[in-house]
Nanobody, 115 residues
């Protein structure tokens, strides 16, 4: 059974940083690319970026380039999202999922950025 679980969210002031973790089981990073997605209230889900063993890092959302980065620790089966210079518009539920498409998706973690 594939399971993905995001953690590390919280409340941060604009300009601050957070690091999210995505713990994965039931799959390997050689099989699947893992992406970080977010969904804000009233908005559609958007995929931000992903990482794969074959293609490295790919960004899908221009607004996070230069501020967010993704990394993986294969030994821990964990993918990370380092978010710097956070903005109020980054407020959303963040979750990790297989990429593309998010067929396997875990519960998200709330990120709230105050102005």
């Amino acid at each position: 059974e594939v399971q993905l679980q995001a953690s590390g969210g919280g409340l941060v002031q604009a300009g601050g940083s957070l690091k999210l973790s995505c713990s994965a089981s039931g799959l390997t990073f050689d099989e699947y690319a893992i992406g970080w997605f977010r969904q804000a209230p009233g908005k559609e889900r958007e995929e931000l970026l992903c990482i794969s063993s074959s293609d490295g890092i790919r960004y899908y959302e221009d607004s996070v380039k230069g501020r967010f980065t993704i990394s993986s620790d294969n030994a821990k089966n964990t993918v990370y999202l380092q978010m710097n210079n956070l903005k109020p518009e980054d407020t959303a539920v963040y979750y990790c999922a297989t990429s593309p498409g998010g067929d396997y998706r875990g519960k998200g973690t709330q990120v709230t950025v105050s102005s």
